[in-house]
């Protein structure tokens, strides 16, 4: 799986949209990009994948860049809840193996 | 919603105690997952099953066995239980590969202290 790099922390004022990015420069043409997150002392909570059109579901929005080499996850109006780690990760679809989280983001939602 | 429940949140064991972790999951989910996560470590796969009776082992089985005897339910098994086996436990479960939905759901982890 590819490696990613994302900023350690984030804060984002309640209500206003949260834009969380990655880059994934050596991802491969078969690779998706998966984002997770972990609110503190819960288990991880997928949120949603792409390869390389713009997904949005219930939870957010992921924007990838045409070249693949970076992207985007947005909370369109975050709220104290959302406040958590990011991770992004690549790997190929169809691979149900395990997930290999790096450090990701500190998001923190301000009132 | 996809549930995956974990038998305990907090558990408090002492140094030699067999340990049993159970997560059971509502999804009819073929692939099960044990991880552990420390600070700075990141998520590490202990085991990994992938129908009713088969597993594989993981990145750091070393001290674990597992037990898949049903298909919603799989157990993490500390034989005898060392302090440095103190970690936050994560059970996850999966369709199998090359199926649509892939993504891996958690439960709310189980945090084990050895002492």
């Known amino acids: 799986d590819a490696k990613t790099t994302q900023p350690p922390s984030m804060d984002c004022a309640e209500g206003r949209a949260a834009n969380l990015p990655c880059n994934h420069s050596?991802?491969?043409?078969?690779?998706?990009v998966y984002w997770y997150r972990q609110i503190h002392s819960q288990g991880p909570q997928y949120i949603i994948h792409g390869l390389k059109n713009n997904e949005t579901n219930e939870m957010a929005s992921l924007i990838i860049t045409e070249d693949r080499k970076s992207s985007t996850l947005i909370l369109p109006h975050a709220t104290l809840r959302d406040t958590a780690v990011y991770y992004c990760i690549v790997r190929v679809y169809g691979s149900a193996r395990q997930l290999t989280f790096g450090s990701g983001t500190q998001l923190t939602v301000l009132p | 919603d996809v549930k995956v429940t974990q038998s305990s949140r907090y558990l408090v064991k002492r140094t030699g105690e067999k340990v049993f972790l159970e997560c059971v999951q509502d999804m009819d989910h073929e692939n099960m997952f044990w991880y552990r996560q420390d600070p700075g470590l990141g998520l590490r796969l202990i085991y990994f099953s992938y129908d009713v009776k088969m597993k594989e082992k993981g990145d750091i089985p070393e001290g674990y066995s597992v037990s898949r005897e049903k298909k919603e339910r799989f157990s993490l098994i500390l034989e005898s239980a060392s302090t440095n086996q103190t970690s936050m436990y994560l059970c996850?479960?999966?369709?199998?590969?090359?199926?649509?939905?892939?993504?891996?759901?958690f439960g709310p982890g189980t945090r084990l202290t050895v002492l």
């Open positions: 050596t991802i491969s043409g078969n690779e998706y």
């Open positions: 996850a479960s999966s369709f199998p590969d090359l199926s649509s939905y892939n993504e891996q759901f």
